[in-house]
């Protein structure tokens, strides 16, 4: 195994998860040549001891240990690496850190509530959003994309979905952005997790509470007033079965409201500076924008990764890859490194918007915990780039994108700000 000590940068370094999208990925490519795992260490911040993990950055191996719940868990950490108490698991990530058969459970609750016709009003809802957030920018000439686009366009999305009124909207915007600021010492008021760990989970307990606290009032609300969201389809059913208690309901709320929209977020900032960077690969799309989209969409999924990772636990001593993996090893498959193995994709560094087939793990591994609202995801970045290439098509980054000044490995490598220049136009339906 190689050991990440010996590498230019260790994966636990908050160096290389700040470095340039295309630089830090180039980072991974000789270690996973060099073998299948990658040892890495880390000091718990809860606890003050050393712990050590796998990286798992080939395509094959993410996408086996995807597909075997019953040797490799989620039930132990699937979006933390080190190992948190159950309830916190529950708190910040609901049914992705479970196993079966609660998991099972939750996820069929939700699942049979969040199809494409079920969501068909929120689905025609993203073009009115993309519009909207389009018409806040179109006549001013420059704008920070993720502050006015990629913030706001997915979060209102989820919020209008689940029936969340708009003056919530920012405490939705704060709290979200607390928890997957990767411990970026911007979004907990200063705090450096380094410096003050109690402090920083202090800050997280307290954005999961208030998320709590919103979606208890909404759901409260709609047992005695039902309306068309996901909320009122979640609190009311043919029998208890098919129905989230009040803390299952929380805990999905807050695992859509900032897994749901930090992701597209991501992904949307993400591709703009991939076009900037690959202008030929725009013009392309541009060029033909019906016939171009989903493969564009899927390639910036690839590309950009926005997960950085999921976490499975060894529930048994296993052989895997030709290793000897004792129960209780902790696996960190890393999404991006996967979606770049030349094993699995043909010239895989360079951003190709017509790349077909691309069968990348940017909605996670196949398997039980594959992306559940990667239908929804797929049609919010299809609409916003349509919106963007129409109404200002000659949108350009003038800078780097500002990544998360994350204390460790972010979840989700997010983008903090990303200045755009346009030439203005009026907004919709302003003669």
Known sequence: MTDLATTDLAITDPALWRLPLQERMAHFIAPREAGPFWEGGFVNPMTGEYETFLAVTRYDDVVDI??????????????????????????????????????ARQRGIVSRKFTPRQL???????????????????????ADLVETISQPFPLLIICDMMGIPRDKFETVLRCTNTILGGGDPEFLN?????????GMIGQLLGAGMELTQVMHEVAAERREHPEDDLTTALVHADSDEDMLDPSELASFFILLAVAGNDTTRTAISRGMDLLAKNPEQRQIW?????????????????????????????TKDIRVAGEDLDEGTKLILFYGAANRDPRAFEDPETFDVRRDPNPHVGFGGPGPHFCLGAHLARREVSVIFN??????????????????????????????????TFTPSKPVGVG
Do not use: W
């Open 66 to 103: 995807s597909r075997r719940p019953a040797d490799f868990c989620s039930g132990k950490g699937a979006t933390s690496i080190p190992d948190m108490p159950p309830e916190g698991l529950e708190f910040f990530g609901g049914f992705i850190n479970m196993d079966d058969p609660r998991h």
């Open 120 to 142: 068909a009003g929120v689905l025609d809802s993203v073009q009115s959003i993309a519009t909207e957030v389009v018409d806040g920018i179109c006549e001013q000439g420059e």
């Open 190 to 198: 200063g705090i450096i997790p380094a410096e003050d760990p109690e």
């Open 286 to 314: 541009q060029d033909d924008l019906a016939g171009v989209t989903p493969t564009a969409v899927e390639e910036i999924v690839r590309a950009s990764s926005p997960v950085t990772f999921m976490r499975r636990t060894t």
């Open 387 to 420: 919106e963007l290439f129409n109404r200002l098509p000659d949108i350009q980054t003038t800078a780097e994108p500002v990544p998360l000044d994350a204390a460790g490995i972010p979840l989700v490598g997010g983008v903090k700000r990303l200045p755009v």
